[in-house]
């Protein structure tokens, strides 16, 4: 819904639509048909859905959605299933977006893998990620 209330400046498309030009686009499909579309044209061989696939100065972008509301268990699962995006070759920008607790400063894993393990990754806020996609 975010996304389709034009948040990141342009309306989300079908994938008949995404398919029929370059122009920067995002995907609207399901988790299901975004991975379809990424295997089959980007390279992606990961076998989960994704939560975005998008389109900007004429590079893709493939990427997993996570809101962390907590520290430990389901929620570090839920943070190590986001940043499984970038064990997998793609030809596509990979990308985490990660929201909540995660960028509370701590000895906590999940900050503790952000500014060491995955210190050089394309982890952000949904609030900077329209600034990331223009800049593009």
Request: hydrophobic share 45%; aromatic share 12%.
């Amino acid at each position: 819904d975010w996304l389709r209330k034009k948040s990141l400046g342009i309306t989300p498309v079908s994938l008949e639509e995404f398919m029929a030009n370059e122009e920067d686009a995002i995907l609207d499909a399901s988790d299901r048909e975004m991975m379809d579309f990424a295997r089959n044209y980007l390279g992606y061989r990961r076998n989960k859905g994704l939560d975005f696939v998008a389109r900007f100065g004429g590079k893709y972008v493939i990427g997993e959605a996570k809101f962390l509301t907590d520290f430990g268990g389901h929620q570090n699962a839920q943070f190590d299933d986001a940043v499984a995006i970038f064990n997998n070759e793609a030809r596509a920008i990979r990308i985490a977006i990660l929201d909540g607790v995660v960028y509370i400063k701590g000895k906590n894993k999940m900050y503790t893998s952000l500014i060491t393990t995955y210190k050089d990754q394309n982890i952000m806020s949904a609030l900077v990620l329209r600034d990331f996609l223009y800049q593009l």
